[in-house]
């Protein structure tokens, strides 16, 4: 069922990290094989933990901070590094996303689930608070009393209730989800990528921010875009009469 590992959580970490870096990369999806998106964190093997986050007390002695600092840097650190990604992220949830599972498909900019995936979020199920961000992004994309409900209860959400409130902008059959998640993004791809990255830190931001704040930042990024190839190639062929041929700088 795809329960992350650390070395799996270290991989994501990295490939958003080169994503965002380097040019030619310009759309990512994540996804998974199998029954499972992913279970949540792997607690029968490996402790999805830094190794920064070890006791600090000596072997097996657990002091005041030590789970603070593992979630820091384990599964909150997962989760910002979808939301801080430069480039559009989709998720093709294929199966059960559970507790750090669901949040990172919540994460993602755009969510596309097959019919049988489900969202659970287990925490309570465990005894646990929800971590990996997910008491930050459930309110903002449900609302507060919903988010409440699917945490305090853990009870499993269906793929086409997750996109009747929101948490995902499309449902399609199982062998459909590949090809849908490629065309979304071969879409993204062709689209001005500068342009999309600056309108997900707008949006990303604007939900923490007051309106004057908000409309500072957006006076900004539209000022930066404007110098772009991209910004010039839009407005030139609009008045050209053609299709635009953004080149993502």
């Known amino acids: 069922m795809n329960a992350l ?3 799996q959580r270290e991989q994501i970490i990295t490939l958003l990290a080169e994503a965002t870096a380097d040019p030619t990369l310009r759309a990512v999806v994540i996804t998974a094989t199998g029954k499972g998106f992913c279970a949540g964190a792997d607690l029968r093997g490996a402790p999805a933990a830094a ?11 657990r002091v005041a901070g030590d789970v603070a600092r593992m979630i820091r840097l384990g599964a909150q650190r997962l989760i910002t ?4 990604c430069e480039k559009p992220v989709i998720a093709a949830v294929n199966g059960t996303a559970a507790g750090i599972g669901a949040h990172l498909a919540f994460a993602c900019d755009l969510v596309i689930a097959a019919e049988p995936a489900r969202f659970i979020e287990v925490f309570v199920r465990r005894g646990l608070v929800p971590d990996g961000a997910g008491a930050y992004l459930l309110p903002r994309l449900v609302g507060p009393q919903k988010a409440k ?3 305090f209860f853990g009870d499993a959400l269906t793929a086409p209730e997750a996109e009747r409130i929101g948490l995902v902008n499309r449902v399609v059959p199982a062998e459909e989800l590949e090809a849908t998640a490629r065309a979304w993004a071969e879409r993204l791809a062709q689209g001005p990528t500068r342009a999309i990255a600056m309108t997900k830190q707008l949006v990303n931001a604007s939900l923490d921010t007051d309106r004057a704040t908000a409309l500072a930042a957006e006076a900004t990024a539209q000022e930066i875009n404007m110098t772009t190839a991209d910004a010039n190639e839009g407005v030139a062929s609009f008045v050209e009469r053609r299709t635009p041929e953004y080149r993502g700088c």
């Open 51 to 61: 190794p920064a986050a070890a006791p600090a007390g000596g072997a097996g002695e």
């Open 81 to 84: 590094s979808v939301l801080d």
């Open 149 to 151: 409900e699917l945490m």
């Open 5 to 7: 590992t650390w070395d």
